[in-house]
Antibody, heavy 119, light 105 residues
Framework: QVQLQESGPGLVKPSETLSLTCTVSGASIDSYYWTWIRQPPGKRLEWIGFISYSGAANYNPSLKSRVTISRGTSNNHFTLNLESVTSADTAVYYC?????????????WGQGILVTVSS | VLTQSPATLSLSPGERAALSCRASQTVTKYLNWYQHRPGQAPRLLIYDASNRATGVPARFSGSGSGTDFTLTISSLEPEDFAVYYCQQRSSWPWTFGQGTIVELK
């Protein structure tokens, strides 16, 4: 059974970098497309981007200048880095697996982690 | 932009639920539905408008094309009370609707 689990700090200061890890079990990140999605309080879900099995990345243009998604060097995990955060980046962050070559269909998700940006 | 209606649906177990998702421009058939129960991971229910994902019960069905789509739950079970989101994969970047809450009446 495929399972994803987000981890990282729940509080980040403004202007700093938000860093999250998604640990995958039951599937190898050497296949598929590994995705981050977020949901700010009271707002809709927002696709952030993905890293493919080959290491190619694709990002939402609204965040592209600040975001990096990368594969872990060991273990079966991938990471999200979001630079220069503001209160607008406060959200529940989800990692998910996407099954298509465009990374647009999400068949497994993590439970999400709330990250608050505040001093 | 995907617009879901109603925002909240108040129903009893055994009743039929019909959730709407309307796109501001055509997404052809590329519309997915997800279920999100509190404290759990979101779950893929329907992909490409009408295809049930693996393990999804037959009481869930999807229909529509172009700009108007419907998720129908034929007879609500207790575990079906949750938030439902639609998502389009026709036009990058992929976007979601704002969600419909199906709550216990």
């Amino acid at each position: 059974q495929v399972q994803l689990q987000e981890s990282g700090p729940g509080l980040v200061k403004p202007s700093e970098t938000l860093s999250l890890t998604c640990t995958v079990s039951g599937a190898s990140i050497d296949s598929y497309y590994w995705t981050w999605i977020r949901q700010p309080p009271g707002k809709r879900l927002e696709w952030i981007g993905f890293i493919s099995y080959s290491g190619a990345a694709n990002y939402n243009p609204s965040l592209k200048s600040r975001v990096t998604i990368s594969r872990g060097t060991s273990n079966n995990h991938f990471t999200l880095n979001l630079e220069s955060v503001t209160s607008a980046d406060t959200a529940v962050y989800y990692c998910a697996r996407a099954t298509t070559s465009d990374g647009d269909l999400f068949d497994y998700w993590g439970q999400g982690i709330l990250v608050t940006v505040s001093s | 932009v995907l617009t879901q209606s109603p925002a909240t649906l108040s129903l009893s177990p055994g009743e039929r639920a019909a959730l709407s998702c309307r796109a501001s421009q055509t997404v052809t058939k590329y519309l997915n539905w997800y279920q999100h129960r509190p404290g759990q991971a979101p779950r893929l229910l329907i992909y490409d408008a009408s295809n049930r994902a693996t393990g999804v019960p037959a009481r869930f069905s999807g229909s529509g094309s172009g700009t108007d789509f419907t998720l129908t739950i034929s007879s609500l079970e207790p575990e079906d009370f949750a938030v439902y989101y639609c998502q389009q994969r026709s036009s990058w970047p992929w976007t979601f609707g704002q969600g419909t809450i199906v709550e216990l009446k």
